[in-house]
């Protein structure tokens, strides 16, 4: 990217930023609705939406590979219960009971978690520097826990919200880990778009139960826009800003916009929640980023030493 024109350099970077906003406004607004809508209702409403947004976009590949997809059933549905059951639902009854600055912060530790589940499962070298980065970043995640409270880990007295991202963030993890293990050739959208209809089917019946046994998705518009927003701000457009993120920056550079969410929830829920910036925040993102940059960016590599130069000789002079 460093010798591309300026003009792409601008995009790039104005797409990363903007992926990163978008992702974020999931916490952000998923707080904001905690109040209105029931959280299944709000993750199974989310995905509907996604997966029609996108259809229009996804549907010739929808078509071309339906044999695949079918054969890959019982995958997809894993995916879905994970990516959007778990990493939903959950995350959004956590966020009735936590603030959406602590979701984002305990959230962006999933890189780290990703590198823990690794090394355990799949017996992957952890190194000393991304051994420090784990240390570090879940430090962060245990100062939020415990809100800059010591006494706190002496009665084992953590916010049930914050418990609940966590277990969103681990998930998250196991579901990438679960992606890479089982690598796709078909084309990302159609993938997604895929994902999306089987976290709906996912959620159908557990939104079933939430709708006649506790409460109902309310009929109004309030509850519609706060919908749409998930749907198409941390669903679609961050998918798509982010895949064209990748395309320009690589995967690497691409992947580092996590670490600038959580600034952007800590700025939008003080703007839009009246959310407060509290001590035990700033000690968060002091620990939180710095420890998973320092255990998933990767290493720099020295450039290589030219070659000596060849004496020309005549017959390549001609």
Not at 26 to 42: E, F, W
Request: proline letters at 6%.
């Amino acid at each position: 990217m460093d010798h591309q024109p300026r003009n792409a350099v601008f995009t790039a970077y104005s797409l990363y930023l903007l992926s990163s906003a978008f992702f974020a406004s999931n916490v952000v607004i998923g707080r904001a609705a905690a109040a209105i809508v029931p959280p299944v209702g709000l993750a199974f409403w989310r995905w509907v939406l996604a997966f029609l947004m996108i259809l229009p976009l996804a549907l010739p590949g929808l078509i071309q590979h339906r044999h695949a997809l079918r054969a890959s059933w019982k995958r997809f549905l894993l995916l879905g219960a994970l990516a959007q059951g778990v990493c939903g639902a959950v995350v959004y009854m956590g966020l009735e009971r936590t603030s959406a600055t602590n979701a984002a912060l305990i959230y962006a530790t999933s890189p780290v978690i990703i590198l823990m589940i690794a090394a355990l499962w799949l017996r992957e070298k952890v190194t000393p520097r991304q051994a420090a980065g784990i240390a570090v970043a879940m430090a962060g995640v245990l100062v939020i826990l415990t809100r800059g409270d010591a006494q706190a880990l002496l009665h084992l007295s953590f916010n049930a919200g914050d418990l609940l991202i966590l277990v969103g963030s681990a998930t998250w993890a196991v579901y990438t880990v679960l992606l890479r293990q089982t690598r796709s050739s078909l084309p990302v959208v159609t993938v997604f778009a895929a994902n999306a209809l089987a976290g709906v089917v996912v959620l159908a019946p557990f939104y079933a139960w939430e709708t006649l046994a506790l409460r109902p998705v309310p009929l109004s518009l309030d509850a519609a826009i706060r919908i749409a927003g998930v749907a198409l701000f941390a669903s679609v457009l961050a998918f798509l800003t982010y895949q064209k993120t990748i395309n320009l920056m690589g995967p690497a550079r691409a992947g580092t916009s996590l670490y600038v969410m959580p600034l952007w929830a800590a700025v939008a829920a003080w703007a839009l929640l009246g959310e407060q910036f509290q001590m035990f925040h700033l000690l968060g993102v002091l620990l939180v980023l710095p420890g998973v940059a320092l255990a998933t960016l990767p290493p720099r590599t020295a450039p290589a030493k030219p070659a000596p130069a060849k004496p020309v000789s005549r017959s390549s002079e001609a």
